[in-house]
């Protein structure tokens, strides 16, 4: 029954009194209905750094009768208050419901909790670029790549630090060939991304060998003896 309808009217009535002395009578008494306590509950969320925000949700927390939001009385649509967009940087960020003049119930009295939005951080690739070297010389000096940055940034405004570690599969005495060129994480650091390392190839090629004829002379020696 709703709130709305209250009082209601209690009536009495003799059913099995009965007494020798007595007579009886019955006054009509009347029952109120409260409304009962029903929490609005911004539900914890997350996403990626870089991207817009989810669709808030509600939960309706203390709901009776076996209502749901959709067959309760409740009229209208709560506002939501946050400080977070996709340029936020990685944390976690207050949401609440602002106000409830925007909806309204004659059955429940309502009160709300904040929610969360916890922003997680974003993937960049790291690829290693392909190098070569000369059979038996040292590595080169091995260069990288980011990409995927979010929000348009790029290397210099992303505030992304440090370099892969290079792991090449090939060491100096290693036979002409090619071999991975894998990558570590080495000093790499942001506060709003995460790596995902690709490796490259390194390429080993043949040594120039020259082979030089050296012009040999042959001698004659002739011994002589006096008599």
């Not at 029903?38 to 509600?58: F, M």
């Not at 927390?61 to 009385?73: H, M, P, V, Y």
């Not at 940087?89 to 309502?110: C, Q, R």
Request: no cysteine; aromatic share 8%; proline share 4%.
């Amino acid at each position: 029954s709703p709130v709305s309808a209250t009082p209601y009217t209690i009536q009495g009535s003799k059913g099995q009194m009965s007494a020798l002395n007595y007579s009886f009578s019955f006054v009509d008494g009347g029952m109120m209905i409260n409304k009962a306590p029903l929490t609005l509950k911004v539900v914890d969320t997350s996403r990626i750094y870089g991207e817009e925000n989810p669709q808030w949700a509600v939960d309706y927390q203390g709901l009776k009768n076996g209502e749901t939001r959709a067959t309760s009385d409740l009229q209208g649509e709560p506002e939501f208050s946050f400080s977070v967009d996709k340029a936020s940087d990685v944390n976690t960020y207050a949401v609440s419901l602002s106000n409830l003049e925007g909806i309204s119930s004659n059955n429940y009295s309502l009160s709300t909790l904040p929610g969360t939005l916890t922003v997680k951080k974003a993937k960049v690739d790291v690829t290693a670029l392909d190098a070569e070297r000369i059979y038996g010389d040292p590595d080169p000096e091995f260069h990288f790549t980011v990409s995927n940055f979010k929000n348009g940034q790029t290397w210099g405004d992303s505030v992304v630090t440090g370099a892969p570690q290079f792991i090449p599969a090939a060491n100096i005495l290693d036979s002409v060939g090619s071999y991975d060129l894998n990558l570590g994480t080495g000093s790499l650091s942001s506060g709003n991304y995460d790596f995902n390392l690709i490796k490259g190839n390194l390429t080993i090629n043949k040594a120039s060998l020259l082979a030089k004829a050296e012009r040999s002379e042959e001698h004659t020696s002739e011994l002589q003896s006096r008599e």
